[in-house]
């Protein structure tokens, strides 16, 4: 076992820290080099010591730091330390890459709050010496940068950019962290509370939203940007100018009374407001930043320390790099598809019906593969409206500027309509998108397969209706597939990809080419009711709507799940897939599961009654919907409520792994990531059926081994 | 429609330090295209008063124009150095006189009125680019006795001018090779040579990101004792080695040309005036001779006389080829007039960059010497030419 040995602030009594083990669990780890290298700067400024970090991969691969890189960063500062002959020390990144953070490939390893508290005193005993040399320091952040690599740069006393920055970032929260290494306490003291929280909350909570050079620099996390073309040299230059007192650096005073408090406090209610406490990283970012206002350095990192052990050992840090790494890498490589070499091209592709799902889905097809994408209705108006919406989508991507005047033309000239199905004769990939109804869509097949040569996909978007039924009948069968989208289309990133009985290879490679092509996450599901995403949430809809049907107020069982953090309460996300179509699906699975899926009366009422919510357009609990749903006399509470929805989760996954519906607990996470927004701090949903004891409970075990999505035991 | 040509002004230049080519070299892992975007965005930065749009064409010179040199390196770099899309450009090549020809075509293009300001330069990586890369010359230049063998080997070409020259020794080209050492490192001593350099970045796997400040291939030290003892590569028992002849290098070169009222418009400093140019041919076998008849034409057509001419900036392929020059025009081997700050056998000659830097330097010495009107610059070219160029002082202050 080899031992990291730490020195600690340059100038200072090196403080003796021995890292025991870390190297080990970091066994993998791709280093980061610290080079250094000397440059003479212009204008008779001296002798600047350049240190660059580089994996010795290229962008692909992006730098790193795990105990390695530290180390070799903490020699790099050693060497400099000592020297009396420069004038500046700087700091770059390898070309297109500054430094995306900790590695965190040996994090899930991590057994002990001792090595995990090592592990975040490394960082800042490293770091923190950029920003405690005889001489000043320069950050030049020539490329993405994230986390622990944004940090290094904070610690240094100036920073340049490039303009070419393709993203720069703190998402430590929106993994189960905090940018501990100096981000929670270095930021809102440069750039005032208000705009740190807007890196390390704010931006995280969007969707993990990054920051382009020039928006980093606005917000004065850099003092100067340059052009990518010559940024190095201009940032050199422009050193040498600081450093002769050309260049004199002022930064807007950060506001250190009221309006530090009030950001915070502010941003406090915003994230209970969304997660009601179900995730700690955004919560003790906070308090971090709240206190940073009156503490000194070696507060201010000596806190980070401890609240980055605490987390590291939390399950919601365990549960979300369990997530990202489903989606970086599982979503990559679906479990199951079938050779890529299998796949055929697509070349022209087909969409049956053009109703708003059809237009939505000829758009995508349009934009992703650029290829000539036919409707077909039977009705010239509706083909037009059709068609004119695809367009109209067209115009508005054209007046945002995210598509040029002649991209313009050409998706438009790519998206056609045609009243005859004849049109499909040369497409390669036929999807249907009309009404969700076996007969209609079996007909619609059938009439397809008389102008489609023999290979054509034929692919349904059905939520719930059986791929292998709707092929029955067909002369080729084996090239039908369930393509199963989710609204809006061009937003939710995932792809049920539903393999029928008969459904053969090459069809399914080529839905996953295609599914790729688009830039959807792929998922292999089997032929099963409604599929993964529409199961499970029908599952936990169905329990809670029960318990309304028994009296429980709607208000009682919203807050019920409250305390998961999901992206909304159950009575709104009905609100938005629409009643009709939660009523549709869920008789599809009564059908099939009558037990499990009882049928509301009250729901049925609610659809009939042609409200598409129980909530009126203030938000407000319609009184009428409440109406409907009156009447039960056996409330249950909050807790009651959560019980039998947790409950009736784990109870359907475990069902639909063992009938095998998807490969492993890791699909049915993806799934409700991608496809429902579920949150990492539950790792999708099982890994926080597992830490809850509820899988153990209901089914007498968990769906993943300790340590796959929690500490390790 | 009578047009009248109008003045060319010569308004600043740049470069890139040169580097050594090879594997150790300055630039070894750095692109040819981001030197000689580098040497462009540099000259744009020393010339704010000129907006970018307002630039007419790129014109840029490589001998061998393929990979990071090929794409139209003219236009690639203009659209790299993030210039106007608007700007046009194009890649010129006449080997050694790559820049040279970039500023007399564009130049003329001004002249002739068709653009206002124009950028001309030249860039070279020896390294990536070794002499001679993917050359595949007809079976007739030898079958039909149209060259001698030795023509494409530019070594060569500078001992068979010693043949012709025989008063040429290898120790009087020794001798010149050690003054040119010595004048670089008088120039880069007295701050003579920096203001040109535009210090570029330069990166290796192995070190990490640095900054290239200086040229890299003098060697300040050089004695006539430390030449003698080199190896004649071209010819056993020869005249020509690495010490009387430019090396391989690495390096780029832009220059700003305009109109001169145009320049006076916007703002821009004139250094010099395009005068005149020629470019001659002569047999390939001695394509260091080419200077003569070059410098001869352009002298007769503007009734001049060596005597007229105050610098002389003769670029250093080979010191015999200088040496050459000399001879014909009665020049003593020391003379003041010529490559006062040394030459390429010091500083490098990365073949298609190096026209502007005789300019560049040209027109610094002019700024110093008002009391000189008329320079040169001058250069041999392979295959068997010579072009060379006469500027008028904008800072001279005698009187016609």
Same mark, same amino acid.
Not at chain 1, 690 to 696: C, N, P, Q, T
């Given at each position: 076992?080899?031992?990291?040995?730490?020195?600690?602030?340059?100038?200072?009594?090196?403080?003796?820290?021995?890292?025991?083990?870390?190297?080990?669990?970091?066994?993998?780890?791709?280093?980061?080099?610290?080079?250094?290298?000397?440059?003479?700067?212009?204008?008779?400024?001296?002798?600047?010591?350049?240190?660059?970090?580089?994996?010795?991969?290229?962008?692909?691969?992006?730098?790193?730091?795990?105990?390695?890189?530290?180390?070799?960063?903490?020699?790099?500062?050693?060497?400099?330390?000592?020297?009396?002959?420069?004038?500046?020390?700087?700091?770059?990144?390898?070309?297109?890459?500054?430094?995306?953070?900790?590695?965190?490939?040996?994090?899930?390893?991590?057994?002990?709050?001792?090595?995990?508290?090592?592990?975040?005193?490394?960082?800042?005993?490293?770091?923190?010496?950029?920003?405690?040399?005889?001489?000043?320091?320069?950050?030049?952040?020539?490329?993405?940068?994230?986390?622990?690599?944004?940090?290094?740069?904070?610690?240094?006393?100036?920073?340049?950019?490039?303009?070419?920055?393709?993203?720069?970032?703190?998402?430590?929260?929106?993994?189960?962290?905090?940018?501990?290494?100096?981000?929670?306490?270095?930021?809102?003291?440069?750039?005032?509370?208000?705009?740190?929280?807007?890196?390390?909350?704010?931006?995280?909570?969007?969707?993990?939203?990054?920051?382009?050079?020039?928006?980093?620099?606005?917000?004065?996390?850099?003092?100067?940007?340059?052009?990518?073309?010559?940024?190095?040299?201009?940032?050199?230059?422009?050193?040498?100018?600081?450093?002769?007192?050309?260049?004199?650096?002022?930064?807007?005073?950060?506001?250190?009374?009221?309006?530090?408090?009030?950001?915070?406090?502010?941003?406090?209610?915003?994230?209970?407001?969304?997660?009601?406490?179900?995730?700690?990283?955004?919560?003790?970012?906070?308090?971090?930043?709240?206190?940073?206002?009156?503490?000194?350095?070696?507060?201010?990192?000596?806190?980070?320390?401890?609240?980055?052990?605490?987390?590291?050992?939390?399950?919601?840090?365990?549960?979300?790099?369990?997530?990202?790494?489903?989606?970086?890498?599982?979503?990559?490589?679906?479990?199951?598809?079938?050779?890529?070499?299998?796949?055929?091209?697509?070349?022209?592709?087909?969409?049956?019906?053009?109703?708003?799902?059809?237009?939505?889905?000829?758009?995508?097809?349009?934009?992703?593969?650029?290829?000539?994408?036919?409707?077909?209705?039977?009705?010239?108006?509706?083909?037009?409206?059709?068609?004119?919406?695809?367009?109209?989508?067209?115009?508005?991507?054209?007046?945002?500027?995210?598509?040029?005047?002649?991209?313009?033309?050409?998706?438009?000239?790519?998206?056609?309509?045609?009243?005859?199905?004849?049109?499909?004769?040369?497409?390669?990939?036929?999807?249907?998108?009309?009404?969700?109804?076996?007969?209609?869509?079996?007909?619609?097949?059938?009439?397809?397969?008389?102008?489609?040569?023999?290979?054509?996909?034929?692919?349904?978007?059905?939520?719930?209706?059986?791929?292998?039924?709707?092929?029955?009948?067909?002369?080729?069968?084996?090239?039908?597939?369930?393509?199963?989208?989710?609204?809006?289309?061009?937003?939710?990133?995932?792809?049920?990809?539903?393999?029928?009985?008969?459904?053969?290879?090459?069809?399914?490679?080529?839905?996953?080419?295609?599914?790729?092509?688009?830039?959807?996450?792929?998922?292999?599901?089997?032929?099963?009711?409604?599929?993964?995403?529409?199961?499970?949430?029908?599952?936990?809809?169905?329990?809670?709507?029960?318990?309304?049907?028994?009296?429980?107020?709607?208000?009682?069982?919203?807050?019920?799940?409250?305390?998961?953090?999901?992206?909304?309460?159950?009575?709104?996300?009905?609100?938005?897939?629409?009643?009709?179509?939660?009523?549709?699906?869920?008789?599809?699975?009564?059908?099939?599961?009558?037990?499990?899926?009882?049928?509301?009366?009250?729901?049925?009422?609610?659809?009939? %009654?042609?409200? @598409?919510?129980?909530?009126?357009? =203030?938000?407000? #609990? &319609?009184?009428? *919907?409440? +109406? $409907?749903?009156?009447?039960?006399? %056996?409330?249950? @509470?909050?807790?009651?409520?959560? =019980?039998?929805? #947790? &409950?009736?989760? *784990?109870? +359907? $996954?475990?069902?639909?792994?063992?009938?095998?519906?998807?490969?492993?607990?890791?699909?049915?996470?993806?799934?409700?990531?991608?496809?429902?927004?579920?949150?990492?701090?539950?790792?999708?949903?099982?890994?926080?059926?597992?830490?809850?004891?509820?899988?153990?409970?209901?089914?007498?075990?968990?769906?993943?081994?300790?340590?796959?999505?929690?500490?390790?035991? | 429609?009578?047009?009248?040509?109008?003045?060319?002004?010569?308004?600043?230049?740049?470069?890139?330090?040169?580097?050594?080519?090879?594997?150790?070299?300055?630039?070894?892992?750095?692109?040819?295209?981001?030197?000689?975007?580098?040497?462009?965005?540099?000259?744009?930065?020393?010339?704010?008063?000129?907006?970018?749009?307002?630039?007419?064409?790129?014109?840029?010179?490589?001998?061998?124009?393929?990979?990071?040199?090929?794409?139209?390196?003219?236009?690639?770099?203009?659209?790299?150095?993030?210039?106007?899309?608007?700007?046009?450009?194009?890649?010129?090549?006449?080997?050694?006189?790559?820049?040279?020809?970039?500023?007399?075509?564009?130049?003329?293009?001004?002249?002739?009125?068709?653009?206002?300001?124009?950028?001309?330069?030249?860039?070279?990586?020896?390294?990536?680019?070794?002499?001679?890369?993917?050359?595949?010359?007809?079976?007739?230049?030898?079958?039909?006795?149209?060259?001698?063998?030795?023509?494409?080997?530019?070594?060569?070409?500078?001992?068979?001018?010693?043949?012709?020259?025989?008063?040429?020794?290898?120790?009087?080209?020794?001798?010149?090779?050690?003054?040119?050492?010595?004048?670089?490192?008088?120039?880069?001593?007295?701050?003579?040579?920096?203001?040109?350099?535009?210090?570029?970045?330069?990166?290796?796997?192995?070190?990490?990101?640095?900054?290239?400040?200086?040229?890299?291939?003098?060697?300040?030290?050089?004695?006539?004792?430390?030449?003698?003892?080199?190896?004649?590569?071209?010819?056993?028992?020869?005249?020509?080695?690495?010490?009387?002849?430019?090396?391989?290098?690495?390096?780029?070169?832009?220059?700003?040309?305009?109109?001169?009222?145009?320049?006076?418009?916007?703002?821009?400093?004139?250094?010099?005036?395009?005068?005149?140019?020629?470019?001659?041919?002569?047999?390939?076998?001695?394509?260091?001779?080419?200077?003569?008849?070059?410098?001869?034409?352009?002298?007769?057509?503007?009734?001049?006389?060596?005597?007229?001419?105050?610098?002389?900036?003769?670029?250093?392929?080979?010191?015999?080829?200088?040496?050459?020059?000399?001879?014909?025009?009665?020049?003593?081997?020391?003379?003041?007039?010529?490559?006062?700050?040394?030459?390429?056998?010091?500083?490098?000659?990365?073949?298609?960059?190096?026209?502007?830097?005789?300019?560049?330097?040209?027109?610094?010495?002019?700024?110093?010497?008002?009391?000189?009107?008329?320079?040169?610059?001058?250069?041999?070219?392979?295959?068997?030419?010579?072009?060379?160029?006469?500027?008028?002082?904008?800072?001279?202050?005698?009187?016609?």
């Amino acid at each position: 076992m080899s031992d990291a040995v730490v020195r600690g602030a340059g100038g200072t009594a090196p403080r003796e820290g021995t890292v025991t083990g870390l190297a080990e669990l970091f066994g993998d780890e791709v280093v980061t080099r610290a080079y250094v290298r000397d440059v003479t700067l212009p204008y008779g400024a001296g002798t600047l010591a350049l240190i660059t970090l580089d994996n010795g991969h290229d962008h692909t691969k992006p730098n790193t730091f795990g105990p390695g890189g530290l180390a070799d960063l903490n020699a790099a500062l050693d060497s400099i330390a000592t020297r009396d002959d420069i004038a500046a020390v700087g700091v770059t990144g390898k070309p297109f890459i500054f430094a995306v953070g900790a590695d965190l490939n040996g994090v899930p390893l991590i057994r002990t709050r001792e090595d995990a508290h090592a592990i975040a005193r490394l960082g800042h005993d490293v770091f923190r010496r950029l920003g405690e040399l005889d001489v000043p320091s320069f950050a030049y952040y020539n490329g993405a940068a994230m986390g622990g690599g944004v940090e290094i740069g904070l610690h240094c006393t100036y920073r340049t950019i490039s303009s070419g920055v393709p993203a720069l970032a703190l998402p430590e929260t929106f993994l189960g962290l905090v940018p501990g290494w100096g981000g929670t306490y270095l930021l809102p003291n440069l750039i005032g509370a208000e705009k740190a929280i807007k890196v390390v909350i704010d931006n995280p909570l969007a969707q993990n939203r990054t920051l382009k050079g020039p928006q980093a620099y606005e917000l004065g996390i850099a003092d100067a940007i340059f052009d990518s073309a010559d940024f190095l040299e201009e940032s050199l230059a422009w050193t040498a100018r600081v450093l002769n007192g050309d260049i004199t650096i002022r930064r807007p005073e950060v506001d250190r009374g009221k309006a530090w408090d009030d950001a915070v406090a502010a941003a406090r209610w915003n994230v209970d407001g969304k997660l009601h406490g179900a995730a700690p990283s955004y919560t003790r970012a906070l308090d971090l930043i709240a206190a940073a206002k009156d503490r000194d350095r070696d507060e201010g990192f000596a806190a980070e320390d401890e609240a980055l052990a605490d987390l590291i050992m939390s399950d919601e840090l365990r549960a979300g790099l369990y997530a990202f790494d489903l989606t970086q890498k599982r979503a990559k490589k679906p479990a199951g598809a079938p050779d890529k070499a299998l796949a055929r091209p697509v070349t022209k592709v087909g969409v049956v019906g053009a109703g708003l799902m059809a237009s939505q889905l000829a758009l995508l097809f349009a934009r992703r593969l650029e290829v000539p994408v036919v409707l077909t209705d039977l009705d010239q108006e509706r083909l037009d409206k059709g068609v004119g919406h695809a367009h109209g989508e067209i115009d508005k991507l054209l007046g945002k500027g995210r598509v040029s005047p002649d991209k313009a033309n050409r998706l438009k000239s790519l998206i056609t309509g045609s009243l005859g199905k004849e049109a499909f004769a040369d497409a390669d990939f036929v999807i249907e998108a009309v009404f969700e109804e076996m007969s209609v869509k079996k007909k619609v097949f059938a009439e397809v397969e008389e102008h489609v040569s023999a290979e054509c996909v034929l692919a349904t978007n059905t939520s719930s209706l059986s791929v292998s039924e709707m092929a029955s009948g067909l002369r080729h069968p084996e090239r039908v597939v369930g393509f199963h989208f989710f609204n809006p289309v061009a937003v939710l990133p995932l792809l049920e990809i539903v393999r029928g009985e008969r459904t053969d290879d090459a069809t399914l490679a080529t839905a996953f080419a295609t599914g790729a092509r688009l830039k959807k996450s792929c998922v292999l599901v089997k032929d099963a009711p409604a599929f993964v995403v529409n199961r499970v949430l029908l599952r936990l809809l169905a329990e809670i709507v029960r318990t309304v049907d028994e009296g429980t107020p709607i208000e009682v069982a919203e807050r019920s799940v409250a305390p998961l953090g999901l992206p909304m309460p159950p009575f709104v996300l009905m609100g938005l897939v629409g009643p009709a179509i939660a009523l549709h699906v869920n008789e599809t699975l009564h059908e099939a599961f009558p037990d499990r899926f009882p049928l509301s009366d009250n729901l049925a009422k609610l659809v009939a %009654s042609g409200k @598409t919510g129980v909530y009126l357009p =203030d938000f407000s #609990l &319609d009184p009428e *919907a409440a +109406e $409907i749903f009156g009447g039960g006399t %056996s409330p249950s @509470t909050e807790e009651q409520v959560r =019980d039998r929805a #947790l &409950d009736a989760l *784990a109870d +359907e $996954i475990r069902i639909m792994l063992d009938e095998g519906v998807v490969a492993a607990p890791q699909d049915i996470d993806l799934c409700m990531i991608l496809g429902a927004g579920w949150p990492f701090h539950l790792g999708g949903v099982t890994p926080y059926l597992d830490r809850s004891g509820v899988a153990e409970r209901v089914t007498g075990r968990r769906f993943l081994e300790p340590g796959v999505a929690s500490p390790p035991a | 429609m009578p047009r009248n040509a109008r003045d060319v002004v010569f308004v600043d230049g740049v470069r890139t330090p040169f580097g050594k080519a090879g594997p150790k070299g300055l630039y070894a892992e750095t692109r040819a295209d981001d030197l000689v975007v580098r040497a462009i965005r540099e000259l744009l930065r020393r010339n704010p008063s000129l907006p970018p749009e307002r630039v007419d064409e790129v014109a840029i010179a490589a001998t061998t124009q393929t990979g990071d040199q090929g794409l139209t390196i003219g236009r690639s770099a203009a659209v790299l150095a993030g210039l106007p899309k608007s700007v046009p450009g194009y890649a010129i090549d006449r080997m050694c006189a790559g820049a040279m020809t970039a500023v007399t075509t564009s130049g003329a293009g001004i002249s002739f009125g068709s653009y206002d300001v124009v950028i001309a330069g030249g860039v070279e990586h020896m390294g990536r680019h070794p002499m001679g890369e993917g050359v595949d010359p007809n079976p007739r230049f030898l079958a039909d006795r149209l060259v001698d063998p030795s023509a494409l080997v530019m070594g060569s070409t500078a001992e068979n001018l010693h043949d012709r020259f025989p008063g040429i020794t290898k120790e009087r080209a020794d001798a010149y090779a050690v003054r040119s050492q010595q004048k670089v490192a008088a120039a880069y001593a007295a701050g003579k040579i920096q203001p040109d350099l535009a210090p570029t970045a330069i990166r290796s796997a192995e070190k990490g990101w640095g900054l290239a400040t200086e040229d890299e291939p003098p060697r300040p030290g050089t004695t006539l004792e430390s030449l003698a003892a080199l190896k004649t590569p071209f010819r056993v028992h020869g005249n020509v080695t690495a010490g009387n002849a430019a090396g391989l290098n690495d390096g780029a070169t832009a220059c700003l040309l305009a109109a001169e009222d145009v320049a006076r418009k916007i703002g821009l400093t004139p250094r010099m005036r395009l005068v005149d140019f020629a470019f001659a041919g002569v047999e390939p076998e001695v394509m260091g001779v080419g200077p003569v008849p070059a410098t001869e034409r352009l002298l007769a057509r503007n009734a001049l006389t060596m005597d007229d001419i105050g610098l002389i900036e003769i670029n250093e392929a080979f010191a015999v080829q200088v040496l050459a020059f000399l001879e014909h025009f009665k020049i003593d081997d020391d003379d003041a007039r010529v490559n006062p700050w040394g030459g390429a056998i010091a500083l490098g000659h990365p073949l298609a960059s190096s026209g502007v830097r005789l300019m560049n330097q040209l027109s610094r010495l002019f700024e110093e010497r008002t009391d000189v009107r008329y320079g040169l610059t001058t250069m041999c070219v392979g295959m068997g030419m010579g072009g060379t160029v006469l500027w008028e002082n904008a800072n001279w202050e005698g009187t016609e």
